[in-house]
Every structure is written in structure tokens, then in C-alpha cells.
């Protein structure tokens, strides 16, 4: 899709983090912004601020976890302007406790992640792509998964889990839409370190799945740690540019840093010569990555 001024885009999570910057992003290319999010009240705020600014966007509230409330958004957005150009299926969520062991983890926070990081993937694709297919123009979809989803160890097992998921289930829409033939463009942004709201998602868990044990913390040493690499890490906004540059270049794997390219790289090879794996933390690629960035400054 090369031409983004006058088209639709639809992007979920678009409250905050990634979501909203790329709201602002594709708005000032011209495009007409769909915004979806679960948290209402900041949805309506980011909207009211790209309206103000002379961009035209509406909010529709959504949970992406629910089916038909994603089935509501596209009929929203198709009533409203006709057409869908760009799907950027890009909310998502972490349980907290993230550095646990993976047979800690509660079953709600299993459910939560797959609902809303693998589901809200799958709801999106199954009620758009039929109609962004009949509509016939050329148009593009954005999965936000994340660097997560091409590494692996013990570190934020849960999320890390979906995110391989989803980056399966994008690989399988870009082979099928070119199986086809099809105009629609395909990319996996796979960020590193974002300076967003992420690991507050627990404001955001419904209370059905809300572990009877309360949610998990963090040591404080590792919330102080996890404090500080947010602090340097790469903007919301930052990741935006690469995105929509993304959607210009018709790019599949988008990655947004090369901090984590010997850790997917080393995954890789284990794999190709059957031998096992040593993995690194979670914690430790994160500094790594936050330390590139520092040192190019």
C-alpha cells in the first residue's frame, strides 16, 4: 500500500503505548483512524486530542478478547467510512510476575494473555480480511508481537508464549494472502524495549480472570531495574515511524532493534544442529538492548 493519505486505518490498543502513537502516526499521513481500546475514558481523550488537531478519528470501545465486540468494531468502521485500508491488530497485555516460573503461573493469566495477545490477533483478521478482501483495494495488517516472539528462556513466560503464537498465526496470513494473490500487505512488528504502559496492564483485567491470590509483584530490585530500562527505552513514537515505514516497503519482520539478533540468532542454530540451548535472560537482553541505544546517543 503505497499511497496512505484519504484511507482507513483501524488500530486496537489505541489509548496509549504503541497504539496511540501509531493513531498520530498514520493520522498525520492523511489517514482517517478507527481507534479501538478496552479502557474507555482514554480512548475518548486520545480521540478528543487527535480531533483537536484537525485529524478525523472516532473511538469505538472494544475487548478485543470478545469476538463480537471486534465483529462490532469492523461494522462500525465500514459504516462509518466504507472502507478499511490498514488493520493494526496491535493490543496487547502482560501478567505481572513476570519473571516467575512457568508452572507458577495462574491459569487466569494464561487465559488473559491468550485472549487478548493471540485471540485479539485472530478476531481481528476473521472480521476485516473477508471484507478488506472483497473491498478489493490494496490495503495492509499490522500484528504487533514483539521480539519475545522470536527468542525464547524462562523470562515473561505467559507473554512470550502468545507472542510466538501470533507471530505463527501473521506468518500464515502473509503466505495465504500471497497464495491468492491478494493486494493486502502483511507486517510482524516485533519491537524491543518500549517506554509504555505494558507492564501496568493489570488495570485492565477483567475481574472474572483476576487470580484469587491477587496479582503477582515483583522483587524491588527488580522493579528498580525494570524502572530504569524503561526509562532509556526506545519511545512509543519511534516504533510508530518504523511501523508505517514498514507498511510502505510491504516489509513482513519488522524488528526495531538488533540488540536481540544473537539471541534469535543462537535459538536458531540450536535448533538446525539439534543441540541444546543455552539461553539468555530476559532481563539481561533488555539492558543490552537499552545499553545500544545509550551508547548511540
Not at 484519504?6 to 497504539?19: C, D, F, L, P
Not at 532509556?232 to 510502505?248: F, K, R
Not at 543441540?275 to 541505544?293: I, M, Y
Request: hydrophobic share 45%; aromatic share 6%; net charge negative.
Amino acid at each position: 500500500m503505497q499511497e496512505l493519505s484519504g484511507r482507513i486505518a483501524v488500530i486496537t490498543g489505541a489509548a496509549s503505548g504503541i497504539g496511540l502513537a501509531m493513531a498520530w502516526r498514520f493520522a498525520r499521513a492523511g489517514m482517517k483512524v478507527v481507534a479501538a481500546d478496552v479502557d474507555a475514558a482514554a480512548l475518548a481523550t486520545a480521540c478528543a486530542a487527535l480531533a483537536a488537531a484537525g485529524h478525523e478519528a472516532i473511538a469505538v470501545r472494544t475487548d478485543v478478547a470478545n469476538a463480537a465486540e471486534v465483529d462490532a468494531l469492523a461494522d462500525r468502521a465500514y459504516a462509518a467510512f466504507g472502507a478499511v485500508h490498514l488493520l493494526c491488530n496491535n493490543a496487547g497485555v502482560v501478567p505481572s510476575g513476570r519473571y516467575r516460573p512457568v508452572w507458577e503461573y495462574p491459569l487466569e493469566d494464561w487465559r488473559w494473555s491468550l485472549d487478548v495477545n493471540l485471540f485479539g490477533v485472530i478476531h481481528g483478521l476473521r472480521s476485516f480480511i473477508p471484507r478488506m478482501l472483497e473491498g478489493g483495494a490494496p490495503g495492509h495488517v499490522i500484528t504487533t508481537a514483539s521480539v519475545a516472539g522470536l527468542i525464547s528462556g524462562s523470562g515473561s513466560a505467559v507473554y512470550s508464549a502468545t507472542k510466538h503464537a501470533a507471530v505463527r498465526v501473521t506468518e500464515a496470513l502473509y503466505a495465504s494472502l500471497r497464495e491468492r494473490g491478494a493486494p493486502i500487505g502483511v507486517s510482524l512488528l516485533c519491537p524491543g524495549l518500549v517506554n509504555t504502559r505494558i507492564y501496568e496492564s493489570e488495570r485492565n483485567r477483567p475481574d472474572r480472570l483476576r487470580p484469587a491470590a491477587g496479582p503477582a509483584t515483583e522483587s524491588e530490585e527488580l522493579q528498580a531495574v525494570a524502572a530504569s530500562l524503561y526509562a532509556g527505552a526506545m519511545s512509543p513514537e519511534e516504533v510508530a515511524d518504523i511501523a508505517c515505514q514498514a507498511v510502505l516497503d510491504d516489509r513482513l519482520y519488522v524488528l526495531t532493534t538488533g540488540s536481540f539478533d544473537d539471541a534469535i540468532r543462537d535459538r536458531m542454530e540450536a535448533i538446525l544442529a539439534r543441540r541444546n540451548p543455552e539461553f539468555a535472560t530476559l532481563l539481561a537482553l533488555s539492558k543490552r538492548d537499552v545499553g545500544s541505544r545509550e551508547a548511540g546517543r
